[in-house]
């Protein structure tokens, strides 16, 4: 099994539209979780990290259960610049990052 | 200020040859990270430097792969022998304390994309 798994995508929605990600992750002893965002050929960026109470940012909320060792992304009222693959991170105790395959998000008008 | 820098940005070499790939990190940050990312997978963890020193290097796939960073701030990924299989993006990153906490962001650099032909 892999250590970070998400949904396989790739999710083709229209402006406006809310979408959420899917991950779950296999080590129960991971205690720092993110969010990156990567566009077609650039590196990747942080767009959030993931807390057990949740957080917000603007459109993209991120939520974390720890019991279910599972972590989702929100993006709400879908834009154009959305569309980017996503990838879910978790770090291991050393700080190096376990990065899932990534979900393709296409926000079509 | 500058963010991390990789050069070349594209190298192709041919089998059997040794390549070197460069990254400069974000100044004044310790930690450095490299990682490969394959075709529509994610990055994949290579080895970590905190310092001077490699404190994490259980990602290199083999021998053929090293990596130095003699000063604590540049690092070279040095790989022998190339084979097609080494074809892929290699990523550095760095950030301020290392560690991994949540507060801790790795800043990564556009990549250097290696073909092995």
Known sequence: RKEVEQDPGPFNVPEGATVAFNCTYSNSASQSFFWYRQDCRKEPKLLMSVYSSGNEDGRFTAQLNRASQYISLLIRDSKLSDSATYLCVVVRSQGNLIFGKGTKLSVKP | ?117
């Open chain 2, 1 to 117: 200020g500058a963010g991390v820098s990789q050069t070349p940005s594209n190298k192709v070499t041919e089998k059997g040859k040794y390549v070197e790939l460069r990254c400069d990190p974000i100044s004044g940050h310790t930690a450095l990270y490299w990682y490969r990312q394959s075709l529509g997978q994610g990055p994949e963890f290579l080895i970590y430097f905190q310092g001077t020193g490699a404190a994490d290097d259980s990602g290199l796939p083999n021998d053929r792969f090293f990596a130095v960073r003699p000063e604590g701030s540049v690092s070279t990924l040095k790989i022998q022998r190339t084979e097609r299989g080494d074809s892929a993006v290699y990523l550095c990153a760095s950030s301020l304390t290392g560690g991994g906490g949540p507060t801790d962001t790795q800043y990564f650099g556009p990549g250097t994309r290696l073909t092995v032909l």
